[in-house]
């Protein structure tokens, strides 16, 4: 699938306005909820990038990251949440998309926990 200028464009606007939108207590609660879905550790992984310290990310990537949490957590997307199974699917693909997009700095942050 390709997306066109309008539409590449459509979507850094959103990840940009998700992304100053973040919160992480609202993402800790997500989290704790949502522990024993199969997408889980995905989540948490991004989740923790973004949050350690003691590893350098871009802004760039880092907005990525934050833009696609706070898509998944937000309950108003493109497939609502509360439809059940479907309200899923948009989520687990930002998430697999992202993952996808920045799996070179996924294993850079896994190489550098491994070393702490």
Known sequence: MSLNKEQKNKAIELRDKLAKEFD????????????SKSWYKDF???????????YTI???????????????IFPVDVI???IPVL???DDIFVLN???????????????HTKKE
């Open 24 to 35: 992480s207590k609202k993402a800790e609660e997500f989290i704790e909820n949502m522990s």
């Open 58 to 72: 871009s802004s760039k990537t880092k907005l990525v990251i934050m833009g696609a949490l706070a898509y998944v």
């Open 44 to 54: 948490k992984l991004l989740y923790e990038m973004v949050r350690d310290k003691s």
């Open 87 to 89: 309200g899923w699917l």
């Open 80 to 82: 609502p949440d509360f």
């Open 97 to 111: 998309l992202t993952i996808d997009s920045i799996k070179d700095e996924i294993e850079d942050y896994k190489n």
